[in-house]
């Protein structure tokens, strides 16, 4: 799995670093671009919920359109 993060999306870099997974020979399986909630941020990062950094990594997931990929490749 790959998450195109919100600054990226922002900048336009998706084909870019689509390109970059394929020329790496990690074949993209699925893509789709979503706006997700801070609440589902929050779900997807649980495992950091101690951490200093939480609740900014959670607002900061949620602040624009991510595009999640699930990638096959070796290794």
Do not use: W
């Not at 998450?3 to 997974?21: G, M, Q, Y």
Request: net charge positive; aromatic share 10%; with cysteine.
């Amino acid at each position: 799995m790959s998450i195109i993060k919100p600054d990226a999306t922002e900048r336009s870099l998706e084909n870019e670093i689509k390109i970059f997974f394929q020329k790496n020979k990690l074949n993209i399986l699925k893509s789709k671009k979503v706006k997700i909630s801070k609440e589902e941020a929050s779900d997807f990062y649980k495992v950091h919920q101690a951490k200093p950094f939480y609740e900014d990594l959670c607002k900061y997931l949620s602040s624009g359109p991510i595009i999640v990929m699930i990638l096959e490749g070796e290794n």
